[in-house]
């Protein structure tokens, strides 16, 4: 038969086969484009659920990571073992907690949802508009990449969400981190923080494999660890703090800065050795306990014995090259990390014990003061100190927010101690930031504020005269700031945890339930003046009625500030302090010994 005779291809009939192969055509654009904008969506505006694939950008095989793969220019030794045995068992922590009763239990479990609510608004909007960035715009919407482009947001709540018993919203979020998120490369600039890498990424890895056992996290630290290990192939082996990631990929020789933090080389301890503990791999434990030896033999020889200048020469490996002592941004997690490494390894190194003994008392001499506030209230501040040739050091009444967590250091420390004076200094440092915060219009404490030292820490004696000389004459009385401050240096309040962190230590080793009314206020505070449409912001002004919202919300306001407030209105077996051990960003570590 012909062609043209085909009853297939009367006009009638071509029209429908042509109809037809253009729905046919039509159907397969359609899901073409679905999948392609599918997949689009799933890698920066929603979660994405499964497990990844090697290759995945974020799911390569273990073995082709860039850091397993590069020879070190300054091979490290056999490294040292982790120690296996102890002199001694380390007291309890915490309190032994009665039963509540229905009323208090009632109360509790109401702020508890308060704070979850929030968390979960912020989670839902970072979810919606910032996915698989490190930050939410909390005002304006959108997002930003500061800290290596690795989702700083999405890994730094991970372990939060557990703690709440968001268990669906972790599972997508694992499943994201394992399929998109990569340690060979940063998408946010060449040069990343070791120190904010550390205690973000790494120690939310961690902590969130610790609390749930899911491999794909065990996996994806490793990784993280492997990545700041190289960062010790310098010729000492000290750390890179601002470190060239691309430069260091390309496997060019490296050499430690000469200037740099104390808290840069002296908070990488605490996750590292989590991490050979997991692991079985000692390389990442021994790195730092190189640092801590050079720590305790430079201890009691620095110009405040017992202290470290806050500027340090990694390159010479020497530390104590500045004047400038404080607990404040720089130097405070080195000395936090002393008596959590304690308690994470069950105290089986006596190095940190003495480590925090001596750097306590030190700080007790040179750095805490009592402030001459209203009413005479019974607290404590830490400031910074200025070494002086051949005369005392001398003590600027400087208070960042940052050395709020000092009250909690010092009550955590005094408890592995059995030192009860300890943990008293702890509660008036604490109670030192409750009162800042108790003191400004919002109630909630600024980033830096210039206090009236009293001369005597037992008693001091409110003095008015004394507090309006200190704010000085060319202030105006419609310009006054807060009595018992004579400035506020800088009145942001960034969404910072260290507060609520002391308050919540403070109700876990005490089981007074006055933290908890304390937490409370700060909580409502906080909220009324952070919250926005979308999530809670920076504010430029805490003693202002018209605080501008700064359209920032960091990381650590998921991982630290919402879970502090959380876990102090949550049963106190909720991270038992004898199990677990936070680090700097609020990620809870097992300690050595406590049973999966």
């Known amino acids: ?33 679905s999948w392609h904008f599918t997949n689009n969506r799933d890698s920066h505006h929603g ?15 273990s073995d082709d990571l860039i850091w397993r793969t590069l020879p070190w220019n300054n091979p490290l030794g056999t490294p040292r073992p982790l120690p296996t045995q102890g002199s001694k068992a380390l007291p309890a922590v915490q309190f032994k907690f009665s039963d509540e009763s229905n009323e208090d239990k009632k109360t509790r479990i109401n702020r508890r949802e308060a704070v979850k609510k929030a968390f979960e608004r912020c989670w839902t909007s970072y979810r919606d508009q910032a996915w698989l960035h490190d930050e939410l715009k909390p005002v304006s919407g959108g997002s930003k990449d500061t800290f290596g ?28 981190v394992d399929k998109n998120i990569s340690f060979a490369g940063s998408s946010s600039g060449n040069v990343i923080s070791l120190f904010e890498t550390n205690i973000r990424y790494l120690g939310g890895l961690l902590a969130a494999y610790d609390l749930s056992g899911d491999d794909r996290l065990k996996q994806k630290a490793t990784d993280a660890g492997d990545m700041i290990l190289k960062a010790f192939d310098t010729p000492n082996h000290m750390p890179i703090g601002r470190w060239n990631i691309k430069e260091a990929a390309e496997n060019r020789n490296q050499t430690a800065p000469s200037s740099t933090s104390l808290a840069d080389i002296g908070t990488l301890v605490l ?26 033999d430079l201890q009691m020889n620095t110009k405040l014995p017992g202290l470290w200048s806050n500027s340090v020469d990694p390159s010479e490996a020497k530390f104590d090259v500045g004047r400038s002592y404080t607990m404040g941004g720089g130097a405070d997690s080195t000395y936090e990390y002393f008596p959590k490494m304690m308690a994470l390894l069950d105290s089986l190194d006596p190095v940190y014990e003495r480590l925090y003994k001596r750097s306590m008392a030190a700080t007790q001499e040179h750095l805490i003061y009592r402030p001459m506030v209203p009413g005479e209230d019974d607290i404590l501040m830490t400031g910074d100190a200025t070494a002086q040739d051949g005369g005392p050091s001398t003590l600027t009444a400087i208070t960042e927010h940052l050395t709020c967590f000092a009250g909690g250091m010092y009550a955590l420390g005094g408890r592995l101690t059995s030192n009860d004076s300890d943990v008293d200094v702890g509660r008036r440092l604490a109670n030192g930031c409750v009162w800042a915060y108790n003191a400004t ?7 830096r ?54 308050v919540f230590i ?37 003693d202002s009625t018209k605080a501008k919202k700064l359209d920032s919300m960091e990381s650590f306001w998921l991982a630290e500030t919402l879970k502090y407030f959380y876990l102090v209105f949550s049963e106190p077996s909720l991270i038992n302090l004898d199990e677990w051990v936070l680090n700097t960003e609020a990620h809870p570590f097992k300690r050595r010994g406590v049973k999966s």
């Open 1 to 33: 038969m012909r062609p043209r005779d085909s009853k297939w291809l009367a006009p009638q009939r071509r029209r429908f086969w042509a109809s037809l192969f253009a729905i046919a055509v039509c159907i397969v654009l359609i899901v073409t484009l």
């Open 47 to 61: 979660p994405s659920k499964g497990s990844g694939s090697p290759n995945t950008p974020g799911g390569q095989k």
């Open 149 to 176: 482009g690795w989702a700083a947001t999405l890994v730094d709540a991970l372990d939060t969400m557990w703690i709440m018993g968001m268990h669906d919203e972790f599972e997508e979020a694992v499943g994201a």
């Open 271 to 296: 996750e590292l050795t989590r991490l050979s503990l997991i692991t079985g791999d000692a390389r990442y434990y021994d790195v730092t306990q190189h640092i801590t030896d050079i720590l305790d």
């Open 441 to 447: 219009k919002s109630g909630v404490m600024s980033e």
């Open 449 to 502: 504020l210039l206090a009236v030292p009293c001369e005597d820490k037992t008693h001091c004696a409110w003095n008015e005269t004394a507090w309006r000389d200190a704010v000085g004459s060319d202030v105006s009385d419609d310009d006054l700031p807060p009595k018992g401050i004579a400035m506020l240096k800088s009145k942001e309040y960034i969404l910072r945890p260290e507060a609520i962190e002391s």
């Open 506 to 542: 403070m109700y876990r080793v005490t089981g007074d339930k006055a933290w908890q009314e304390k937490a409370w206020t700060m909580w409502q505070a906080v909220d009324s003046l952070t919250k926005t449409d979308l999530a809670n912001s920076a504010v430029d002004n805490v």
